[in-house]
């Protein structure tokens, strides 16, 4: 049974570093989305209540802290004295919290609406307002629409709705 144990212990850190690695490459897409789409349509905004706004903003606070905590700590890991083996061990197993956070900032940032003049950008996808068909709110904190005969259902838990109606409704 410790065999098991120590083969989980030495798989599971690389493991979370992938997974830490494919979020953070999602986290740069929706930056470079971003400003592929600002530069499409430079009236995009940010469309966020003010709840929204104090949630993103502490939890991109939250994420930078952790990031640069991570980083400090693999510095001091790798510049102190000691055997190869347990330096590795020990600087795989510092990033475990920021894994886990950047999985949240990832998924939560996919819901993050911003609102142009005939755009909205939700996530990495470009919707023109003019083409969404069937806007329905199915529930208090959803939306759903068809738009290129496929249907999206976006959390708007965090959107500022009156804006985001204002401009399905034109």
């Known amino acids: 049974m ?6 989980i212990n030495m798989i599971l850190p690389w493991i979370l570093l992938l997974f830490l690695l494919y ?11 971003l400003i592929r789409a600002r530069k499409k349509d430079n009236s995009i905004r940010l469309a966020l209540n ?18 640069l905590n991570t980083i400090r700590l693999e510095i001091l890991i790798w510049s102190q004295p000691g ?15 920021l894994t886990v956070f950047t999985l949240l900032f990832a998924t939560e940032t996919q819901d993050i609406f911003f609102i142009g003049k005939k755009n909205v950008l939700i996530g990495n996808s470009m919707f ?5 068909k069937r806007i329905q ?16 259902t976006y959390s708007i838990r965090f959107v ?9 409704t034109k």
């Open 160 to 168: 500022d709705i009156s804006q985001l109606k204002m401009k399905i």
């Open 23 to 33: 979020f953070t490459l999602v986290l740069i897409s929706y930056g470079i989305g």
């Open 2 to 7: 410790g065999n098991i144990g120590e083969i």
């Open 83 to 97: 055997e190869l083996e347990t330096k590795i061990q020990a600087a795989l197993q510092v990033p475990n919290l």
């Open 128 to 132: 023109e307002f003019r083409r969404m």
């Open 50 to 67: 003010t709840l929204g706004k104090v949630f993103f903003g502490a939890l991109l606070v939250l994420y930078l802290i952790i990031l």
């Open 137 to 152: 709110y199915p529930k208090k904190h959803k939306i759903s629409f068809i738009y290129g005969q496929k249907q999206y």
